[in-house]
């Protein structure tokens, strides 16, 4: 489906603006009349604002007034769920981070609560930061494990203990905005692919490495969801010769041997798993600890991290088989471990097996996961909106809704390191 007019015209300002009125029409196609229109729309709605006056190039003497996207008027809300950390954070219509804040894991990972706690530290942010509560769009929630997108439902993550968990109703209650939910590693390889270091990729595949591992497949500029939307379901894929129990109940997964649980548990921190249960929250402390260790110069603690990422480059090796990707990111707490990282690029070069070796592009993403979350809620609620959302928005004189006062609102993005 094309997108509806008001979508081409704020998905161009937001790839190519400040451009004027009649920059927009050559862009988008639509005649003047409707370029001018649908910007005067936007104007009274504050989705966009007038700038400098320019001379455009071939019109000598005809001056033109630039329009950009407003950053001080909408916003949209970013959750991320995982068993490493959470957060929120809050976006303006360009993509940047207004403010973020991590929330601690709860001990008992009961989903409600944990989605009514996340969604009272995102109303706290918002009213922190002097942005009305009827300014925000909507809600993106990127949440490790296999997820409906469609149900907006958690069909299954052990890592986090969901199973069948419906996410909008918790959320919805406490923002009063639409929710939209997509797994962590999707969230991430459509960031990075539109907005990241793998900008303009066709064919990506991004291996998430935390506790456990994730994995998200771009082919051909389109996702790749498969039967049940578990594709690229990475961490449970299984290796030759390997017995150990996975959290997830099944033996022999390609976490329980290059995750951040495998190597806390090569190192004896924690107890080998004799049943399906998820992460406990004390692991991720553990392992923010054991990494510091090994980037100070503990010698044990880097060799464990080394062989882990050799297991993931070996497995890596049968992806690109597959898939047959240009670039992969790696991402999550473990892709910024030197030792780790080296694991993995050994494998990933020539080696007595395989004398060639990959010739991709090999990424480490710097993206906050609740960043591309954000993000993911700005494509789903502003840029890709259909004709019918787009109708019942202006229905709703969006123009009435308060607007926060400039000097309330810092749009400067901050640093979005893990």
């Given at each position: 489906?094309?997108?509806?007019?008001?979508?081409?015209?704020?998905?161009?300002?937001?790839?190519?603006?400040?451009?004027?009125?009649?920059?927009?029409?050559?862009?988008?196609?639509?005649?003047?009349?409707?370029?001018?229109?649908?910007?005067?729309?936007?104007?009274?709605?504050?989705?966009?604002?007038?700038?400098?006056?320019?001379?455009?190039?071939?019109?000598?003497?005809?001056?033109?007034?630039?329009?950009?996207?407003?950053?001080?008027?909408?916003?949209?809300?970013?959750?991320?769920?995982n068993?490493?950390?959470?957060?929120?954070?809050?976006a303006?219509?360009?993509?940047?981070?207004?403010?973020?804040?991590?929330?601690?894991?709860?001990?008992?990972?009961?989903?409600?609560?944990?989605?009514?706690?996340?969604?009272?530290?995102?109303?706290?942010?918002?009213?922190?930061?002097?942005i009305a509560?009827?300014?925000?769009?909507?809600?993106?929630?990127?949440?490790?494990?296999?997820?409906?997108?469609?149900?907006?439902?958690?069909?299954?993550?052990?890592?986090?203990?969901w199973?069948?968990?419906?996410?909008?109703?918790?959320?919805?209650?406490?923002?009063?905005a639409?929710?939209?939910?997509?797994?962590?590693?999707?969230?991430?390889?459509?960031?990075?692919?539109?907005?990241?270091?793998?900008?303009?990729?066709?064919?990506?595949?991004?291996?998430?490495?935390?506790?456990?591992?994730g994995?998200?497949?771009?082919?051909d500029?389109?996702?790749?969801?498969?039967?049940?939307?578990?594709?690229?379901?990475?961490?449970?894929?299984?290796?030759?010769?390997?017995?150990?129990?996975?959290?997830?109940?099944?033996?022999?997964?390609?976490?329980?041997?290059?995750?951040?649980?495998?190597?806390?548990r090569?190192?004896?921190?924690?107890?080998?798993?004799?049943?399906?249960?998820?992460?406990?929250?004390?692991?991720?402390?553990?392992?923010?600890?054991?990494?510091h260790?090994?980037e100070?110069?503990?010698?044990?603690?880097?060799?464990?991290?080394?062989?882990?990422?050799?297991?993931?480059?070996?497995?890596?090796?049968?992806?690109?088989?597959?898939?047959?990707?240009?670039?992969?990111?790696?991402?999550?707490?473990?892709?910024?471990?030197s030792?780790?990282?080296?694991?993995?690029?050994?494998?990933?070069?020539?080696?007595?097996?395989?004398?060639?070796?990959?010739?991709?592009?090999?990424?480490?993403?710097?993206?906050?996961?609740?960043?591309?979350?954000?993000?993911?809620?700005?494509?789903?609620?502003?840029?890709?909106?259909?004709?019918?959302?787009?109708?019942?928005?202006?229905?709703?004189e969006?123009?009435?809704?308060?607007?926060?006062?400039?000097?309330?609102?810092?749009?400067?993005?901050?640093?979005?390191?893990?």
């Open positions: 489906m094309a997108k509806p007019l008001a979508a081409q015209v704020l998905s161009k300002l937001l790839s190519r603006g400040p451009l004027s009125r009649s920059q927009l029409s050559k862009l988008t196609g639509l005649n003047p009349a409707t370029v001018t229109r649908l910007t005067q729309k936007l104007l009274d709605s504050a989705f966009i604002q007038e700038g400098q006056e320019l001379i455009e190039r071939g019109q000598p003497g005809r001056r033109a007034i630039e329009l950009d996207l407003r950053t001080d008027a909408h916003f949209v809300v970013g959750i991320a769920i068993a490493y950390e959470q957060s929120v954070a809050i303006d219509l360009k993509g940047q981070l207004v403010a973020r804040r991590p929330v601690s894991r709860l001990s008992r990972p009961d989903p409600d609560e944990t989605l009514r706690a996340l969604g009272a530290a995102a109303l706290e942010l918002i009213a922190e930061r002097g509560k009827e300014s925000v769009l909507g809600c993106g929630v990127a949440c490790a494990g296999v997820v409906d997108t469609s149900a907006l439902r958690v069909l299954s993550s052990p890592d986090i203990g199973f069948d968990t419906p996410v909008a109703g918790p959320l919805q209650e406490k923002l009063g639409p929710v939209f939910l997509e797994t962590m590693q999707n969230a991430l390889n459509l960031t990075e692919c539109s907005f990241g270091q793998a900008a303009g990729a066709q064919n990506a595949f991004l291996v998430s490495i935390q506790l456990g591992i994995a998200s497949l771009i082919l500029g389109r996702l790749i969801r498969g039967g049940r939307s578990a594709a690229a379901t990475f961490g449970h894929m299984p290796v030759a010769g390997v017995e150990e129990l996975c959290n997830c109940g099944r033996r022999g997964c390609l976490t329980t041997i290059a995750s951040g649980y495998a190597v806390l090569s190192l004896g921190l924690v107890d080998r798993y004799r049943a399906p249960q998820p992460h406990d929250p004390a692991y991720a402390t553990l392992l923010t600890s054991t990494l260790a090994a100070a110069g503990d010698r044990d603690l880097s060799a464990a991290l080394g062989q882990a990422g050799q297991n993931l480059g070996r497995s890596l090796k049968a992806a690109i088989a597959l898939a047959a990707p240009d670039v992969i990111t790696l991402s999550g707490p473990l892709a910024h471990s030792a780790y990282l080296g694991g993995v690029k050994r494998m990933l070069g020539p080696t007595s097996h395989d004398p060639f070796g990959w010739e991709g592009t090999l990424y480490v993403s710097d993206t906050d996961l609740s960043a591309a979350a954000a993000r993911l809620a700005l494509e789903r609620f502003v840029y890709r909106q259909d004709d019918q959302a787009w109708q019942e928005r202006e229905e709703t969006i123009s009435a809704l308060p607007i926060p006062s400039q000097n309330l609102v810092t749009t400067q993005a901050p640093s979005e390191g893990n």
